[in-house]
């Protein structure tokens, strides 16, 4: 087939986007070769393969921060990608950056999410020998987990920005950029990533009466405003703003506006995520998840392993990964059939 549409979309990005965008034809390609789509560039590719996988389906009965939460405007883990990703493509725009790369590691960064959100991943690092980390999971899921061990075969620069987005409590903007990913697009995900998550996490445990506006230290609802939209709008315009300035090479904010987003992301430590109303709920996930993992290292009934795993794998990785994979109302639904006693019927 005719491959011009695919020459022309690279040869524009090639004329229009910055010196430090990532270029889809100067891809370093991926794993297993394959021949290229017609119409569209490698990452345009990526974006679509996580979109139509199912993990990425998965994500919509994940926790955001309220467990297993039964109103219908709370976040999910799908609802926090899809806003990552709106943030970091506003951002790459306006940064002449590449859009379709951007999008492919937003939507794919926490793909390895657990059940019950930092909770599951909390209990998995503490049982699983080596540890467990869900951006670790999310490569292992695009890697090996999807299309039954064949995984998605995405690019280099794809896998590279979801290795490398998590940031925990460390610094938003580390001086060190080996702490980053290689690609500016991918350090803007990381960025997007805790614009998203303070922003959202804060209109949820308003809206859950957790926190009330007038809890939100008064400086801050000065710098950034006072309503979702205000507050997401002035943290990319200054995001936008200072690094254009900057030249546009290295993603930087405006001391205030950094200093700020620190300060709200230990507001919301402090008074949302480690608190008794939300951080009893993770006790009581940890102990569900627990519970599993220690029932499906000597049982198979209810077994499901997901993919035909090479033969030195060990069983404790196996379920680890089966247990990764679990919704909130799958693990929930599977301890009450396993754990839980089962009322008798008489006829």
């Not at 061990?149 to 001086?175: Q, W, Y």
């Not at 000597?298 to 680890?320: F, G, L, Q, S």
Request: aromatic share 8%.
């Amino acid at each position: 087939m005719d491959h011009s549409i695919r020459l022309q979309i690279e040869a524009r990005e090639a004329a229009s986007l910055a010196p430090c965008a990532a270029l889809s034809r100067e891809s370093k390609g991926r794993a297993r070769p394959e021949e290229k789509c017609p119409i569209r560039g490698a990452f345009q590719r990526d974006r679509d393969r996580i979109i139509h996988c199912k993990a990425f389906r998965r994500l919509k009965h994940k926790t955001q921060v309220f467990l297993a939460p039964t109103g219908d405007h709370y976040r999910t883990r799908l609802t926090h990608v899809l806003e990552v990703s709106q943030i970091a493509r506003t951002v790459s725009v306006a940064l002449r950056l590449n859009g379709h790369l951007t999008e492919a590691i937003s939507l794919g960064h926490d793909l390895g999410h657990t059940p019950f959100g930092h909770a599951g991943e909390a209990v998995l690092d503490e049982l699983f020998p080596g540890g467990f980390r869900h951006y670790d999971q999310s490569l292992r899921v695009v890697n090996l987990l999807e299309k039954k061990g064949e995984g998605l075969n995405l690019t280099h620069e794809v896998l590279d920005g979801i290795a490398r987005h998590s940031k925990g409590r460390k610094d938003i903007l580390p001086a060190d950029l080996s702490e980053l990913p290689a690609t500016m697009e991918g350090r803007v995900v990381r960025i997007a990533d805790i614009i998203a998550y303070v922003n959202h996490d804060l209109d949820d445990a308003i809206r859950a009466g957790v926190i009330s506006d007038s809890d939100i230290p008064a400086r801050l609802r000065g710098l950034f405003g006072t309503s979702p939209s205000e507050r997401i709008g002035s943290m990319i315009r200054d995001l936008v703003a200072s690094t254009s300035e900057n030249g546009g090479e290295r993603l930087s904010m405006s001391p205030d506006f950094l200093a700020g987003i620190t300060e709200l992301r230990a507001f919301l430590y402090a008074n949302v995520y480690e608190t008794n109303r939300v951080h009893g709920d993770f006790i009581k996930a940890k102990k569900v998840l627990r519970e599993l993992y220690e029932y499906f290292l000597t049982h198979d009934d209810h077994w499901e392993k997901m993919i035909a795993y090479p033969e030195e794998t060990t069983r404790a990785r196996m379920v680890c990964d089966f247990i990764a994979g679990m919704t909130d109302r799958y693990a929930l639904d599977l301890y009450k059939n396993i754990f839980l006693p089962k009322p008798w019927s008489v006829m």
